[in-house]
């Protein structure tokens, strides 16, 4: 029987480049040339990068009103529950529903909730913790955060063909182009 052959399959292809606006300008004409499947790496933010990858805006601001708007109700009825229903006390002749003072309470749970819900979708969304990325395989990479710019195109991208991908890459004038090995 003859044993199969198997390939080395890459991750994708790194570019390194010398600044952000390079890194800006690469990722547009990489957008505008059909690649999808890409990812860049900056030590600094760069203006409009995200734009340049093509990614859509966040869900994040709707994961947090729901958790505020959760917290806020969770608080408020707590306290309604515990002052209506089950010790319904008359101190003072006020009322058993006295909204006004529930206010502190509540809007301390809408915060709570809120910025619990910020972290936790923050993280989700993120895909984090992932202390394991093919990116790392690269030694260039260390650079990444502390003076490098960084275009990664994946090979899950339809458009990916390593020989064309790498020409490319190597048309948009990097520092350098590397696999990236899973």
Not at 79 to 85: G, K, L, P, R, T
Not at 147 to 170: H, M, N, W, Y
């Given at each position: 029987?003859?044993?199969?052959?198997?390939?080395?399959?890459?991750?994708?292809?790194?570019?390194?480049?010398?600044?952000?606006?390079?890194?800006?300008?690469?990722?547009?004409?990489?957008?505008?040339?059909?690649?999808?499947?890409?990812?860049?790496?900056?030590?600094i933010a760069v203006h409009g990068l995200a734009?340049?990858?093509?990614?859509?805006?966040?869900?994040?601001?709707?994961?947090?009103?729901?958790?505020?708007?959760?917290?806020?109700?969770?608080?408020?009825?707590?306290?309604?529950?515990?002052?209506?229903?089950?010790?319904?006390?008359?101190?003072?002749?006020?009322?058993?529903?006295?909204?006004?003072?529930?206010?502190?309470?509540?809007?301390?749970?809408?915060?709570?909730?809120?910025?619990?819900?910020?972290?936790?979708?923050?993280?989700?969304?993120?895909?984090?913790?992932?202390?394991?990325?093919?990116?790392?395989?690269?030694?260039?990479?260390?650079?990444?955060?502390?003076?490098?710019?960084?275009?990664?195109?994946?090979?899950?991208?339809?458009?990916?063909?390593?020989?064309?991908?790498?020409?490319?890459?190597?048309?948009?004038?990097?520092?350098?182009?590397?696999?990236v090995q899973p």
């Amino acid at each position: 029987m003859i044993p199969a052959v198997q390939t080395e399959t890459v991750y994708g292809l790194m570019a390194e480049f010398d600044s952000g606006d390079a890194l800006r300008s690469a990722a547009e004409r990489a957008y505008q040339a059909g690649y999808r499947a890409m990812d860049a790496y900056s030590h600094i933010a760069v203006h409009g990068l995200a734009e340049a990858l093509g990614n859509k805006p966040t869900r994040l601001p709707v994961i947090v009103f729901f958790c505020g708007a959760a917290g806020g109700f969770s608080g408020f009825f707590m306290q309604y529950i515990a002052n209506v229903w089950h010790y319904p006390l008359n101190i003072g002749g006020r009322p058993f529903n006295s909204w006004p003072s529930f206010i502190p309470i509540t809007f301390e749970l809408t915060v709570l909730f809120a910025s619990l819900g910020a972290v936790i979708g923050m993280l989700a969304l993120s895909r984090l913790p992932q202390p394991y990325h093919p990116v790392f395989n690269v030694d260039r990479f260390e650079r990444a955060s502390i003076d490098g710019f960084f275009l990664c195109i994946e090979s899950g991208d339809p458009q990916f063909d390593v020989a064309k991908t790498r020409s490319f890459l190597q048309g948009l004038k990097p520092k350098g182009v590397y696999e990236v090995q899973p």
